[in-house]
């Protein structure tokens, strides 16, 4: 059974920083896809970055990019989102997925996704 497990969340002024870890367990390959999604409040869970299996190939959503990195450590099976100048909006829980090792490439639908994390929340103050 895979598991993921999220971690590196919590509260940020404004402009500040959070690198937040996903370690996977449960599978002897590391040929997948992980991507980091998020959801606030009232609002459905909305794609932030993935990552290829390689960790070469990389893709953002228009809200994060220049201010966030994915990168993944495929001996340690994690995978890492670095955010910087951090905003009040970014303000959501953080969960990190996985497909089956399928995928072609890299995909923004949470439907694409098989494995999830129970997510960690990061909350980012004016």
């Known amino acids: 059974q895979v598991q993921l497990v999220e971690s590196g969340g919590g509260l940020v002024q404004a402009g500040g920083s959070l690198r937040l870890s996903c370690a996977a367990s449960?599978?002897?390959?590391?040929?997948?896809?992980m991507a980091w999604f998020r959801q606030a409040p009232g609002k459905e869970r909305e794609f932030v970055a993935a990552?290829?299996?390689?960790?070469?190939?990389?893709y953002y959503a228009d809200s994060v990019k220049g201010r966030f990195a994915i990168s993944r450590d495929s001996a340690k099976n994690t995978v890492y989102l670095q955010m910087n100048s951090l905003k009040p909006e970014d303000t959501a829980v953080y969960y990190c997925?996985?497909?089956?090792?399928?995928?072609?490439?890299?995909?923004?639908?949470?439907?694409?996704?098989?494995?999830w994390g129970q997510g960690t929340q990061v909350t980012v103050s004016s």
């Open positions: 449960g599978r002897t390959s590391s040929s997948y896809v």
């Open positions: 997925a996985s497909d089956s090792g399928y995928l072609k490439g890299l995909a923004v639908s949470r439907h694409a996704y098989n494995y």
């Open positions: 990552i290829s299996w390689s960790g070469g190939s990389t």
